[in-house]
């Protein structure tokens, strides 16, 4: 990318409103860092009171919300307290994931509840969420702020792992999801990508192989900053015309 | 009218009224509405989300119990949130009408309220026993988790089950400043959304901190609506002011929208972007200057959304409405069926009076 491109993409991501899940460890605590130091307002999502608290003793800027998005009654809350700090949204980060049984298992052996779980956290969390704070989204897209969702995909969502099936599974539901809501979306100015980090040195990833060489993994600082870039060439990218003039319109 | 009794935001068999400028009533099917509109029309709708602003809890010096429904806010700010005026409710919920619930005990200046995980003092009493101005404790992250997590969509006892957050916003639900939904934008959807612009028909929003429609009490209703703030985006101004430079119409959907949008009209039907604070009453003597047609709920003759219908059309008109919809068994309320109405605007009249046969 040439330094002018990067500028550009690092203006469109300045000034927004982003929110994202599962923002006190590994990529999302990664990109709740990376989107501060690049100048926007930041509100993140947590299970855990005290990583929060963790969090915003070290980032007093960004706003930490309690909530569980695999739960149905947490949703609304946690969309209610993301669009009152931030007076709207301007990107959603659905991050937060549930890994499925640990250690992985051959889905013979997983048990109903932890794939429900998975599908849960995985799928219909980032569902919802984007349900409740579509409003919000479009309406940035109608205000020429530009909008954008990114769900954090995986390979396992391409290729079929052994004994990775309720998280593949539920990754490769939440990727079509998301394609199917970019068809549908793009034409309201809300455009949605499903990303793959890679195999990154994270708490998951080491529950979910914990003898990797982790020399070999990516660091999450080094997505988190693909992700901001991805969303910020995007915005810039899906930049509206600019609004025709009274003179314009009633030529 | 009959009371919509199930959280239905667009029931299949929703029923629409039409009251056109010249005063003829049509009746639609409201999933139709769109076909009331035409290429070039400007929708303007309200893009509030609604705050879970009924708090249970009790009233610490009596140590009765008691039901807050906040009412109303200076600004959209966050911050705002912490100084609400608020109506206090005595025993029972919303099973009970309004009208026959309990008192609450009576309220003193520095009283304290435990509203679930919230803390608040009464700063203030506003002119009447049960209305009165609060003031929450602890950082205000803390009184938005409150709110969030403790707070209850408030309800009347026309729909006995007990709302959930997901029935009362709006599809096009932004940010959450509204006290009740703003239920006009109960009938879009994104699928009218995209065919509005597959016909050429502009879509705009703004957002309007809707307040309480009842208290139970004459003398508080009698002082709805209270002050209301707003938020016009420039985007939505500038789309106004092309509308009426091109001589289309603009058309809101709901009553909130059309306070806002006359509260900041200028000149030549153009408004004000940014924020603002409605504090004006639309009625009889009102003119509008920005909005041309409203979709809206049916409204029961006393309220203040019955009032303002009376800004778009005379008295006969209203009447002959009013019958019609009794007639055809209309159901009311927020989840209920809806008009469509026009105004006329004076330079159509002038015209039609010098030229009676066109």
Do not use: C, K, N, Q
């Given at each position: 990318m040439n330094r002018n491109s990067e500028d550009e993409v690092r203006r469109h991501v300045g000034g927004l409103r982003v929110a994202i899940t599962g923002g006190t460890s590994g990529l999302g605590l990664a990109l709740v860092r990376e989107f501060l130091n690049r100048g926007t307002q930041v509100a993140f999502v947590a299970r855990h009171r005290d990583s929060i608290a963790n969090v915003t003793k070290e980032h007093p800027g960004a706003r930490g919300i309690v909530g569980d998005v695999s739960k149905k009654d947490d949703i609304h809350p946690i969309a209610i307290q993301i669009l009152a700090a931030l007076g709207g949204l301007d990107v959603l980060i659905n991050n937060a994931s549930d890994l499925g049984p640990t250690p992985l298992a051959l889905l013979a052996d997983t048990d109903c509840e932890d794939l429900e779980r998975a599908l849960a956290t995985n799928l219909l969390g980032p569902f919802r969420l984007t349900k409740a704070l579509l409003g919000a989204l479009a309406a940035s897209a109608r205000e020429g702020r530009g909008a954008v969702i990114l769900n954090v995909s995986s390979d396992a969502a391409i290729n079929a792992y052994p004994r990775w099936g309720a998280y593949g599974a539920s990754k490769a539901a939440l990727h079509h999801l998301s394609r199917i809501w970019n068809e549908e979306l793009t034409a309201e100015g809300v455009p949605v990508m499903s990303l793959d980090p890679g195999d990154m040195d994270t708490p998951m990833h080491a529950m979910a192989v914990p003898d990797a060489d982790r020399t070999k993994l990516k660091r999450p600082e080094t997505v988190a900053r693909e992700f901001a870039d991805a969303v910020g060439g995007l915005l810039a990218f899906m930049k509206p015309e600019s609004q025709p003039t009274l003179q314009e319109a009633v030529r | 009218m009959i009371a919509a009794t199930l959280p239905a935001q667009r029931p299949p068999d929703g029923k629409l009224l039409m009251m056109d400028g010249r005063g003829q009533i049509r009746h639609w099917a409201r999933s139709r509405f769109i076909d009331l509109l035409g290429r070039g029309d400007l929708v303007v709708a309200n893009d509030a989300a609604t705050l879970p602003a009924s708090l249970t809890g009790e009233h610490l010096r009596s140590g009765q119990p008691v039901e807050v429904r906040l009412a109303g806010r200076r600004t959209l700010a966050e911050e705002s949130i912490r100084f609400p005026t608020a109506v206090i409710f005595g025993s029972g919920d919303f099973r009970i009408r309004t009208e026959e619930r309990p008192l609450p005990p009576p309220m003193k200046v520095r009283d304290r309220l435990r509203l679930g995980p919230l803390r608040a003092t009464v700063d203030a009493i506003l002119g009447h026993p049960r209305l009165v101005q609060l003031a929450f404790d602890g950082p205000v992250e803390e009184i938005w988790e409150g709110l969030a997590r403790h707070g209850r969509p408030i309800q009347y006892s026309h729909i006995q089950t007990p709302l959930a957050l997901w029935d009362v916003w709006t599809p096009i639900a932004g940010p959450p400043v509204a006290f009740e939904p703003p239920s006009a934008g109960f009938a879009l959807d994104w699928s009218i959304l995209r065919s509005f612009q597959e016909r050429g028909i502009d879509f705009r929003t703004i957002t309007h901190a809707a307040g309480l429609s009842s208290t139970g009490d004459a003398?508080?209703?009698?002082?709805?609506?209270?002050?209301?703030?707003?938020?016009?985006?420039?985007?939505?101004?500038?789309?106004?002011?092309?509308?009426?430079?091109?001589?289309?119409?603009?058309?809101?959907?709901?009553?909130?929208?059309?306070?806002?949008?006359?509260?900041?009209?200028?000149?030549?039907?153009?408004?004000?972007?940014?924020?603002?604070l409605a504090t004006q009453r639309i009625g009889r003597t009102s003119r509008l200057g920005v909005v041309d047609a409203m979709l809206s709920g049916t409204h029961e003759p006393g309220t203040s959304h019955y009032e303002l219908?009376?800004?778009?059309?005379?008295?006969?008109a209203l009447r002959r409405m009013n019958e019609e919809l009794g007639a055809a068994d209309y159901r009311t309320h927020e989840f209920g069926d809806s008009v469509f109405v026009e105004r006329i605007k004076p330079s159509a009249a002038r015209f039609e009076q010098q030229c009676p046969a066109a």
């Open positions: - | 003398e508080l209703d009698a002082l709805l609506p209270f002050d209301e703030p707003y938020y016009i985006p420039p985007a939505t101004a500038l789309a106004i002011s092309h509308a009426h430079l091109l001589g289309r119409r603009v058309v809101a959907i709901g009553t909130t929208v059309v306070r806002a949008l006359e509260h900041a009209a200028r000149p030549a039907g153009s408004v004000w972007s940014g924020a603002g219908l009376r800004a778009f059309m005379d008295d006969d």
